[in-house]
């Protein structure tokens, strides 16, 4: 055979799993969408079809169903733990689980107690509005020895009106960008970061507590940093998570540059002081890199915050 | 010639456009997406290629960015009212313009003043973080006379995770589904409403008050209804508008049932106490209703709510 | 009561249906989405929340997959006639019926028959491939006596390099645009069209044969008008349908300019001769028209091809 | 400095070049999506905001628009290669450029002369449509000595309406699948192959043919594989293009396993003979592994054809 099999991984992919839990009269939620990927000894269903080692996708799908009954979904996080856990020790040819899951948030909906016979109090405990279009995910990966969590956000859209400047960089002969002293900035952020967590020794962070932290510490560099790149910026916003939360070792960042260009209202006898801006869609300037605790291994792959 | 040319339309689509207001050191932004479509006199350059009465679109999309200057943006509402009678009363050809704006809301990145030089108060005052999925929309019409205003919204994700059933419906040969005495009642609101202003000698609305104010009674309605159908739930909200806000006169929504079906967990001997759900994307029951102040006439087209 | 009920209607969308046919080792593909719309008596739904004459949008589901069995999907536009007829006739709430459908087309896969022991043609019969960005669709509407048939297409992407001008236009004081001419001009077409077939009692047209000989005087009406404005692209592709069409009233089109601006490269020493040219995404120009055969009534709503 | 900066990369996304050339009156077309990423010394960039080692991501798109003019474009690997190329060359800092590509195909459109006075043949010479769904991408990658080309497809899906079971798999507590015998299987190929080329020394690979060749291979290999599992089908699909294509080492694929669940008619009194199916969308299996020419190192990132 001049030919042989390489890396390989199956699973069921985005499995929407909405758990309610009821405290009294008061529920609350969590909206998941979670994917399994398998690997381990799978060499003969690719060579001949045999599936003897095969756990159906469809079976994976069930076990995400069943799990959020047995174990609840504390947090994303616990939730790909028990998972990871339950694939990788329970089937001898599975050698290695990675779980990657979204998760969506909910707001609880405000009301008076004016117009209802439901409810008693200015919340009504058991309706929901989605929140923005920002989603959290990780990815638990476990080899059956050492855990691998990798949390993070995409889809965060922010932008500072001021304190952004752009200059002195390098002119060629296709240069012909005029340099910027005050200009918008705006990003869409795709963050990754990871936990030092690895093994069932350690004592396990709070997933939830990290998140909101995480999240708080990088808004606030952006807001903070008054910015002569977004580079810098980028920088700035990984290096406040690390030297905040001391849980995380490493933080990868996408930050497409959302450009809003100055528009030229000369032509109409009119001057434009920093007031009207033309939002691009294509093309964007795309910012990259790793942000690390000084001594540590990189392990998030390049394009990981795509995903 | 054995053909005729019908209604015809013509602009500049999604003009995206951002102002900032610089109040001191405090920013205002208002970030819009703005459709034009301008009728009038056109068969010519639609039965000969004769553009001499035609407005370029491009020169459409220049007046955009140009009123932004000049207007400012107080509102999606009053800023489609000034590009509206710009395009009817400055060109004779021009009979009608219809200006659609969509806009998206940001929030204050709130922030500690502990490591920042640039700010003293717990807010940034330049820093921003784009709101929900939930887009606000417009659509003004006028045709040098009368005005017609359609405000609404798009892509409000809300749910009910208990206080909702359905059964006693028609059973055919067909119909397999079980009844229902306690469900999770989801949907994804598209919601237009017309204000009862219509020329310029009445007062106008304010739109930014009108706008939360309907959005919070929509939300409240949902919340508050004990649904027996998402008919009777679509119906409430309609009318908690009109009954509430005495510048609407008629409410249009287009409501997909975003199934979340309880997954069967008894093959693995657990119980789904109405806990573990599936959140289907198709297919989807689609609901799509006008609710009327008694006496008027319905002007909402059928399918405004999709556009 | 201060408010009441306008039009409204329900019904389950985007129900996704394939039926394989099999002649001998010869498969048929049809791959439909299908989307239910039901009106009539339907007051107490929505005032009180009795389904007492609300067949389920799932049994209409139900009914589709079925109906892919007992009758075949012999083209979209019979398929649709069936359902609509079934649900106006079998429910006496049920006053009108409208059925949605989407057809994806598919290609065979071409094969030799050197590797394989399954085939014995160029020619897999049971292997496809889908064809384009391009989809078909239609809209059957019934109320127990007429029917209503528009079919169309969307996302058909289309492109002269050369033989389109602009210029002669109205210039104000926003206006800024040079004159063209020789340019691209793209467009993604969007179209509706009416078939003048209404009642049972008429010679029902072949859907199939129908809709492949409009699309060819559609494309073949793009490639070989000079143009001097999409507008007027637009009627003689109309125009063009109308007249080699007899079963065909009226045609509706939304047409996205499509822009293609000529990237300036002087800065660079280069000449660019309508040779590069840059792609754009927003905003863009829209041309909607109406063209009807002489002395028909206009019945396509303005906005429907953006359906 | 408890923080360091790691892998990092920045350039221009998505730059849309749109290329026309001339030969006689028939016009050829290529239609390009170019994103730019750049890596070398940007230390300072990141922790001071110095831009003196940053070119521009501007200057970047200038460079695709430039070279479309002075080198054409051949094909998308042969217009990566010369702008890799020219950036490790022509900027000291930068030590290694990767250029991504999507490639739009576009259809001539046919059409008789009998309306035309433009044309002479079947064909206008200069009127276009745009090709299925289907993208071609290509990855370049240059370091200053050696190359790597990964090119590609996305989003071509296939089906095979026969042919293909599945049985024999792991049943666990959590298994509820039944097993087929003849179910249709259908994916949404994503694929990933290296070329063995690496340094300008040897003969550069004929990249639109060798495209040409492998999609044949693939989707032979697709339609003629009588299936056991989807991973087999995969293993197929790599090992023929191996096994044909010498230029080519690895190839990587990302096969959703589309389901197209045999709907139950049997309440309704129909037999269901495969014929009718219900398409899902969500959740999917997901099926990803690399096929390798014997004895070379796989170097297609696990994640990349998600990209």
Redesign the interface.
Same mark, same amino acid.
């Given at each position: 055979?001049?030919?042989?099999?390489?890396?390989? $991984?199956?699973? !069921?992919?985005? &499995?929407?799993?909405? !758990?309610? =839990? *009821?405290d009294g009269d008061t529920?609350h939620?969590k909206?998941l969408n979670v994917?399994i990927?398998l690997s381990g000894d799978?060499d003969d269903?690719? %060579? @001949?079809?045999?599936?003897?080692?095969?756990?159906?996708?469809?079976?994976t #799908?069930?076990?995400v %169903?069943?799990f959020? #009954?047995?174990y609840g979904i504390e947090s994303a996080e616990q939730f790909g733990i028990h998972l990871a856990r339950w694939f990788v020790n +329970?089937?001898e040819?599975i050698k290695r689980a990675r779980i990657r899951i979204e998760e969506y948030a909910?707001d609880r909906?405000a009301? @008076?107690d004016a117009? @209802?016979k439901?409810?008693g109090s200015d919340e009504?405990n058991? +309706?929901?509005?989605?929140?923005?279009?920002e989603t959290r995910v990780t990815q638990i990966t476990y080899d059956g020895t050492n855990w691998e969590v990798v949390s993070g956000l995409k889809d965060?859209?922010?932008?500072? +009106? =001021?304190?952004s400047e752009?200059?002195? %960089?390098? #002119?060629? !002969?296709?240069?012909?960008?005029k340099e910027a002293y005050d200009r918008?900035l705006a990003t869409q952020v795709s963050a990754r970061w990871r936990f030092n967590w690895s093994d069932d020794e350690q004592r396990m962070p709070n997933w939830e507590k990290s998140y909101a932290e995480v999240r708080k510490h990088m808004?606030?560099?952006?807001?903070?940093t008054? +910015?002569? @790149?977004l $580079?810098?910026t980028?920088?700035q916003m990984?290096? *406040?998570i690390?030297?905040h939360r001391s849980e995380i070792d490493?933080v990868?960042f996408s930050l497409? &540059?959302k450009h809003?260009f100055l528009?030229d209202?000369e032509?109409?006898g009119?001057k434009?002081d920093?007031?009207?801006?033309?939002?691009?869609?294509?093309? %964007?300037?795309?910012?990259?890199? =790793?942000?690390? *605790?000084?001594g540590v291994d990189?392990r998030i792959?390049?394009?990981?915050t795509?995903?």
């Open positions: 055979m001049a030919t042989i099999l390489g890396q390989n $991984q199956y699973g !069921k992919a985005e &499995n929407r799993v909405v !758990k309610i =839990t *009821r529920h939620i909206d994917s990927a799978m269903v690719h %060579y @001949s079809g045999s599936n003897a080692n095969c756990l159906p996708t469809d079976t #799908k069930n076990t %169903y069943a959020a #009954k047995e +329970s089937q040819p909910w909906i009301t @008076s117009n @209802s439901f409810i009504v058991h +309706s929901f509005v989605r929140q923005g279009m965060l859209v922010v932008m500072n +009106s =001021t304190n752009f200059w002195g %960089y390098v #002119k060629d !002969k296709y240069t012909t960008l918008i808004l606030q560099a952006f807001a903070e008054y +910015s002569l @790149s $580079q810098q980028l920088y990984g290096s *406040r690390i030297n490493e990868r497409p &540059n809003h528009v209202l032509p109409f009119l434009n920093n007031e009207v801006y033309f939002a691009a869609d294509r093309p %964007y300037g795309l910012i990259e890199a =790793t942000v690390l *605790r000084d990189a792959p390049v394009d990981m795509n995903l």
